[in-house]
């Protein structure tokens, strides 16, 4: 479980998030929505350490991990995969997968089977260079080469970006089934808010950097002022 408690933060004096107090929820689905420029993709940078903290406190776990650099936190379990630049476009499917795991001391080409069980679609592909394939099987990439990692939080920001529906609807439902197959829980910071929230368990909605909702997923989907006045439903 990932716990923030009082989480201001930004960009050096850019202040981006106030007091923001966070719980993922364990096992499940935990949706971050909200307008643009409200804060989503910041409050995951903050949670893997690459923002600028300027208050508050961060647990994975029983474990305070808020004076941790990113890669203690990338090897305590936490996994933050970003929008764009999520693959290495030169090496191939199966070199990314093998970089996703540098960090092991032990790495094992068992877990490149098991995420290929999650993820068919790329076993044809293990010698294509990944410039080669499209929009969604490099997300597609992209999250495979989160989930062989084994991570205690996967945190997935905007998956479905530039992706055309259909493709957008298909990387949603690879996430849910991701949660139903591995138990791992996730963080889903989406911009389609209605069809993130309804794959999701628990739900915030940030609101010029602060918590304007937090609840049940399906509470925020069936709210309908602040549907409509935030998120377009």
């Known amino acids: ?5 009082g989480i201001n933060a930004g960009y050096a004096r850019l202040h981006v998030l106030y007091d923001v107090t966070f719980t993922a929820h364990d096992k499940g689905i935990t949706v971050v929505v ?15 350490g690459l923002s600028t903290l300027y208050s508050g406190r961060i647990y994975l776990g029983d474990e305070d991990i808020t004076g941790m650099p990113p890669y203690r936190r990338a090897r305590a379990g936490l996994v933050y ?3 764009v630049d999520n693959v290495f476009v030169n090496l191939t499917v199966l070199e ?7 960090a092991f001391s032990k790495y094992s080409e068992d877990r490149i089977s098991d995420a290929m069980e999650l993820f068919p679609e790329l076993k044809g592909m ?15 990439l992209a999250l495979a080469m989160a989930i062989v990692r084994k991570p205690k939080i996967l945190m997935v920001d905007e998956p479905t970006a530039q992706l055309a529906p259909k493709l957008a609807k298909t990387m949603l439902n690879k ?12 963080i889903l910071v989406e911009q389609n808010a209605k069809a993130a929230l ?12 602060r918590v304007v909702f937090e609840g049940a997923a399906q509470d925020l989907l069936e709210h309908k002022e602040l ?7």
């Not at 479980?1 to 408690?5: D, G, P, Q, Y």
């Not at 309804?198 to 950097?209: F, N, P, Q, R, T």
């Not at 549907?227 to 439903?233: D, I, N, R, S």
């Open 1 to 5: 479980m990932l716990r923030a408690e």
């Open 34 to 48: 909200g307008p643009n420029g409200s804060g989503k993709s910041t409050l995951l940078k903050t949670f893997m």
């Open 81 to 83: 995969l970003p929008q």
């Open 96 to 102: 990314n997968l093998r970089m996703a795991l540098y």
């Open 126 to 140: 293990l010698t294509y260079k990944a410039y080669q394939l499209s929009g969604g099987q490099r997300q597609m």
């Open 175 to 186: 996430i849910y089934e991701i949660k139903n197959q591995t138990g791992v829980p996730v």
């Open 198 to 209: 309804e794959i999701g368990d628990k739900a915030y909605l940030l609101v010029s950097g």
């Open 227 to 233: 549907g409509k006045l935030y998120l377009g439903l």
